[in-house]
């Protein structure tokens, strides 16, 4: 019997103030989907993350629509929608830490979490 796949994460990126996919966003889904059906994933975490512009608020709903387009992507790739979980943190869990009113590019993003 061949060994589990390790738990790995995957790390969507997207333009400014945009939840649809980029050509690399959706390589990066593809490669994931893929790892996903390596060892039939029991539980796949998708968190939407925003960077700092726009309200607080505003960044919830904007995260959460990233995670969203993500997962409905990975389901897209044949990833099965009962193990994916979504959830959108705003600008709460910043990947480089700035400012309010920061546009920054690394902090746009969707993890996806993959766990066998």
Known sequence: MAPK???RQFVVYFDWDRSDLTTEA?????QAAAYSKTGAATR??????ADTSGSAAYNIGLSNR???TTADALVAQGVA??????????????????ADGVREP?????????NF
């Open 26 to 30: 959706q390589s990066v889904i593809a």
């Open 106 to 114: 690394l902090n746009r993003r969707a993890t996806i979490d993959i």
């Open 66 to 68: 990233r995670a969203r």
């Open 5 to 7: 796949p390790a738990a």
């Open 44 to 49: 796949i975490l998708v968190v939407g993350h």
């Open 81 to 98: 929608g009962g193990v994916i979980s979504l959830d959108g943190k705003g600008e709460t869990q910043l990947a480089r830490a700035t």
